[in-house]
């Protein structure tokens, strides 16, 4: 193999990873019941300047620890910091990182299952012709059925542990390749169904994009924050895990550049695919988690081979959520198997045994424990909010923190190819844009 050659398949590789475990249920599942429960583009303008100014530092400082240690994160962040002269105690971020990847995966893979269980509902026609009301009853039978969710949450999960303990992470991720485009595709005939099929693109295209200043509040930020981590998948060590593949020559601002505009591309997507049936049914756009499974369902019953494409799409979207959710329980695994004397294969079924359990947790406070409140939140909304809203954003706040203000930064600009003009606005952004944007987001926070 010629070094080209080499160069060329260690970065598709690492692109394939990336933006494998960016591109899941965040985009799809999460972006749109966000934004219609933090009022349309006041979330969504201040997610697009989250993702730039703080999510971009952010996932490049984690590759750049990565392929600087060539270790699992939280060794990672140890020996980088050792080299920097620094305390060994920065590997709490990485340790950090890896809580919030168990506890995020565990409901994730609940919502993984309802992709599975209405792959199947949509295969068998059920939604033919239906209107929203009727697709909205279907969910929440759906909700009320403890065992059927049961059933796809395990089912999700044993996916996820069987990719990670037989090792075909990297073969799923190459699958990837074909997969994506396909779920684009998908999502653009939707979007084209929300202009042509509907009289509500116009408001849509509003709802989502029209500046509404007044409508920014600290919560909106707060989540719009949170989102921005979740989405790009930072704040866990999982990007730093992935820096490890990378060769030297990658430049590692380009490859974040095509990450983030694929990643939010496909969000993008999704919420104008999405609000044209909730505004042309009537639904409400701030119903919540179940937004995507009330409206797509409409579109899929109302069009020509829809169930047909409404099959794909669940098991493209399905897809995704796997090449996410093993990027999740991969950082758990390699840490048990580093920390205790068990195998891989032990290791994925005991952290996968526990992880599971917590998301049956989850997956119950969506029916019978629906009263059960932690500081105001069922379980569900609990751990989401723990981890998007705080754990997520403190860890990444750890990380730039260090490799701004702890870091030799003529080496990270040497390794980043940067000059001029070009570093001045990287060491503003990395070194102040970014820190300072969390820190304010919190303190406007507790200040009510
Ligand atoms: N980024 C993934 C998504 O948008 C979810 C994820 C979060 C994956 C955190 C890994 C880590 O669906
Ligand atoms: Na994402």
């Not at 799923?172 to 509500?200: C, W, Y």
């Not at 895990?241 to 590692?252: C, I, S």
């Amino acid at each position: 193999m010629t070094s080209t050659h080499a160069q060329w398949g260690s970065r598709l590789g690492f692109i394939l990873a990336a933006t494998g475990s960016a591109v899941g249920l965040g985009n799809i599942w999460k972006f749109p019941y966000m934004t219609g429960v933090s009022g349309g583009s006041a979330f969504v303008i201040t997610y697009l300047l989250c993702i730039t100014l703080i999510g971009v530092p952010i996932l490049v400082m984690e590759w750049l620890i990565g392929r600087r240690a060539q270790m699992n994160p939280i060794q990672a962040m140890e020996h980088v910091a050792v080299s920097e002269r620094r305390s060994p105690a920065w590997k709490w971020l990485g340790v950090s990182g890896v809580l919030g990847a168990f506890l995020i995966l565990s409901f994730y893979s609940v919502i993984g299952g309802w992709a599975l269980d209405y792959l199947f509902l949509t295969g068998s026609g059920k939604f033919s012709d239906m209107t929203g009301k009727e697709t909205g009853a279907v969910f929440e039978g759906f909700l009320a059925n403890s065992g059927s969710l049961l059933l796809w949450h395990t089912v999700f999960m044993a996916l996820t542990m069987g990719i990670v303990a037989m090792g075909v992470t990297s073969g799923l991720e190459r699958a990837s390749k074909i997969m994506m485009p396909a779920l684009a595709v998908v999502l653009l005939i939707l979007v084209a169904n929300g202009i042509f099929a509907t009289d509500s693109f116009g408001r849509t295209i509003e709802f989502l994009f029209t500046p509404n200043w007044s409508a920014v509040n600290g919560n909106v930020v707060l989540a719009a924050l949170g989102h921005a981590f979740f989405t790009l998948s930072l704040g866990m060590g999982i990007m730093t895990a992935y820096g490890a593949y990378l060769g030297k020559d990658v430049n590692l601002l380009g490859a974040a550049r095509t990450v983030v505009i694929l990643d939010t591309t496909i969000a993008l997507m999704a919420g104008m695919a999405i609000f044209p049936l909730v505004f042309s049914h009537g639904l409400e756009p701030s119903s919540g988690p179940g937004l995507i499974f009330v409206t797509l369902p409409i579109a899929f019953g109302n069009m020509p081979a829809g169930t047909l494409l409404g099959t794909l799409f669940f098991i493209l979207l399905t897809f995704a959520a796997l090449t996410s959710s093993m990027s999740l329980l991969e950082p758990v695994v390699a840490l048990l198997e580093q920390k205790t004397p068990l195998g891989r294969k032990s290791a994925t079924l005991i952290a996968g045994a526990v992880i599971w359990l917590l998301g049956v947790a989850s997956l119950l406070s969506f029916n019978h424990w629906s009263d059960v409140q932690i500081l105001g939140n069922s379980i569900f909304d609990f751990l989401d909010k723990l981890t998007s809203k705080f754990m997520l954003p403190l860890t990444g706040l750890g990380i730039i923190i260090f490799s701004g203000w702890f870091m030799n930064q003529e080496s990270i600009r040497k390794e980043l190819g940067l000059q001029g003009t070009g570093y001045q606005i990287w060491s503003i952004v990395s070194r102040f844009v970014a820190p300072l944007g969390v820190i304010a987001v919190f303190v406007s926070m507790l200040m009510g």
